[in-house]
Every structure is written in structure tokens, then in C-alpha cells.
Antibody
Framework: QLMESGGGLVKPGGSLRLSCEVS????????MAWIRQAPGKGLEWLSY????????QYADSLKGRITISRVNANNTLFLQMSRLRADDSAVYYC???????????WGPGTPVTVSS | SSVLAQPPSVSVAPGKTATITCGRE??????VHWYQQRPGQAPVLVLF???DRPSGIPERFSGSNSGNTATLTISRVEAGDEADYYC???????????FGGGTRLTVL
């Protein structure tokens, strides 16, 4: 029901735009979020966006380098990342938010590798 | 504190009960959610709001939250329960979503 895409190999300092296509539920009824997991590490929340896209929030550690957005008409969530560093290498998951509290559906993730 | 403290690992024999804790000052005042992540897979929500189970999650999974500790309890542990487990809270600060560091559950 959630499918990320757009990951891959990118050079340090580069940019990447991740997408998350949603199916099986009314996309515009839910908060959405991006969460990542570096190799061998735990989960790290990155950002969330409200139903209509008017309210967004970002992890302090990435503020200024990422932008979350959504196109409800296309059932798609995006994450624009810039000035990428080696420690941004991770699997990036999109997830459906519930009650502005938990995440009940996750995509399979898309891997991002930042390396020269 | 913005940290959710979990033990790195817990081991349990099949058929026994596993207990995984998640600690933070006054966590009992917040709603805690738990995720299971099997190797190579995406996380799956197993408990929300301390003790509620999503549809499809066995009754063997239960939770509690009081004081400074939230607990995920897995009864009659099976080999398929072997996974990493993460706790998570959402609170009203600049960094609203916090995950615990994760606990690797090993079924002996």
C-alpha cells in the first residue's frame, strides 16, 4: 500500500528526491511521515506532513536539508534531500501516521547510498 | 530526556515470556507504541497507545506503561517472534517523534 522509490547512489553534496506512492486508502485523510534507518542502526524519524500539506515538521538534525511535500491528487508523498553526506546513507521509509501519534503502515523502504 | 532507553538484547526460550522495556522519565504520561522489525523487512506496528493491538497482531503481544517504564510483553514466544523491537513516543516538542534504540529479541 506504500511504495517508495527514488533511492540510489548519490555523491556527497548531491541531492535526491524520494517518492512514496500510496494505494488502498484515502491518502488525503492521513498524516504521512518519512523515517530512515542507517545500516545496522535504529529508526530515525525525519519529517511529517499534515493531511493537506499545510503543516510540516522536521527533525532538528536535518532541518534545512530536507523538504517534505505531498500531492493528494496523485496519492504521492515526497522527500527532497540536499547537501547529502555519507551519514545520510540509509533505508528511507514512508509511513502512514495515525492520531498524530503512531505509524501503522510502512513501505518496504528505498535505500540511499551517499558515496563518491 | 529525549532518549528512550531499551536493553540492546533479550533472550528467551520458546514458549516462555519475553519482556522488553522502554524507559524515560515520566513515560507513563505519554502514549507508547511498539514496532517489530524482522531482518531485512520494514517495521510493523505491534502495539499502539501502550497496549492496543492492531488487527492481525496475536493476543500474545501485550503492553503496559507506568511511571518511568513502558513494557512490551510477548507470551508463549515463538521462533517467528525473533526480531528487533522499537518503542516510540510522539510528544509536543521540536523533535516530536522519538524511537528507542531497539531491542534484539533472540529465541533460544
Amino acid at each position: 500500500q506504500l511504495m517508495e522509490s527514488g533511492g540510489g547512489l548519490v555523491k556527497p553534496g548531491g541531492s535526491l528526491r524520494l517518492s512514496c506512492e500510496v494505494s488502498g486508502f484515502t491518502f488525503s485523510d492521513y498524516y504521512m511521515a518519512w523515517i530512515r534507518q542507517a545500516p545496522g542502526k535504529g529508526l530515525e524519524w525525519l519529517s511529517y506532513i499534515s493531511l493537506g500539506g499545510g503543516n510540516t515538521q522536521y527533525a532538528d538534525s536535518l532541518k534545512g536539508r530536507i523538504t517534505i511535500s505531498r500531492v493528494n491528487a496523485n496519492n504521492t508523498l515526497f522527500l527532497q534531500m540536499s547537501r547529502l553526506r555519507a551519514d545520510d546513507s540509509a533505508v528511507y521509509y514512508c509511513a502512514r501516521g495515525r492520531d498524530v501519534s503512531w505509524f501503522d503502515i510502512w513501505g518496504p523502504g528505498t535505500p540511499v547510498t551517499v558515496s563518491s | 530526556s529525549s532518549v528512550l532507553a531499551q536493553p540492546p538484547s533479550v533472550s528467551v526460550a520458546p514458549g516462555k515470556t519475553a519482556t522488553i522495556t522502554c524507559g524515560r522519565e515520566n513515560i507513563g504520561r505519554e502514549h507508547v507504541h511498539w514496532y517489530q522489525q524482522r531482518p531485512g523487512q520494514a517495521p510493523v506496528l505491534v502495539l499502539f497507545s501502550d497496549s492496543d493491538r492492531p488487527s492481525g497482531i496475536p493476543e500474545r503481544f501485550s503492553g503496559s506503561n507506568s511511571g518511568n517504564t513502558a513494557t512490551l510483553t510477548i507470551s508463549r514466544v515463538e521462533a517467528g517472534d525473533e526480531a528487533d523491537y522499537y518503542c516510540q513516543v510522539w510528544h509536543s516538542t521540536n523533535d516530536p517523534v522519538i524511537f528507542g534504540g531497539g531491542t534484539r529479541l533472540t529465541v533460544l
